[in-house]
């Protein structure tokens, strides 16, 4: 499997069956920088650096952090688990 399908399962899985994620970010800008640091395999730190400028209306930065860490463990755990 892919990275790129290993990501797409995992954001048909949370569309699915955890919309409540999906309407606890607090920004789609946020939510569309978490997936594409997903595609680039970006830590939590190198993610954080890119969207450091990005005007999102973030209360408590480490909410995204944490969810986008785990986030990135399924889709690696995932791509791995397949081959």
Request: no cysteine; net charge negative; hydrophobic share 50%.
């Amino acid at each position: 499997m892919t990275r790129n399908a290993a990501i797409g399962l995992l954001l048909r899985e949370i569309a699915e069956e955890m919309p409540i994620v999906l309407r606890a970010l607090p920004d789609d800008r946020l939510w569309s920088a978490m997936v594409a640091g997903l595609m680039a395999d970006h830590n939590v730190d190198e993610l954080a650096e890119k969207i450091a400028d990005m005007p999102v209306s973030i209360e408590e930065p480490a909410d995204w952090r944490e969810f986008y860490g785990a986030m990135r463990d399924m889709v690696n755990e995932t791509g791995v688990t397949v081959r």
